[in-house]
């Protein structure tokens, strides 16, 4: 490659689509139990983790952010 040449960007590289965000919500129960769950909306996430701490059986829920 000559110097003062730009070089081409892949297609996929411009796609907005490609562009969010990954919440892995982690719920751990009285019997320490895990279960995960992946969203890509940090709100549904949220929501989801509260939704659970109101369970007697969920000792602990929290929320993320996954991925680089």
């Given at each position: 490659?000559?110097?003062?040449?730009?070089r081409r960007k892949p297609a996929f590289s411009k796609d907005k689509r490609r562009r969010h965000r990954h919440y892995r919500v982690t719920v751990v129960y009285r019997d320490g139990e895990k279960f995960a769950r992946v969203y890509?909306?940090?709100?549904?996430?949220?929501n989801y983790a509260e939704r659970q701490k109101k369970s007697?059986?969920?000792?602990?829920?929290?929320?993320t952010e996954v991925g680089g």
């Open positions: 490659m000559k110097s003062g040449e730009q890509t909306d940090r709100v549904k996430a949220a007697p059986v969920v000792k602990a829920a929290r929320v």
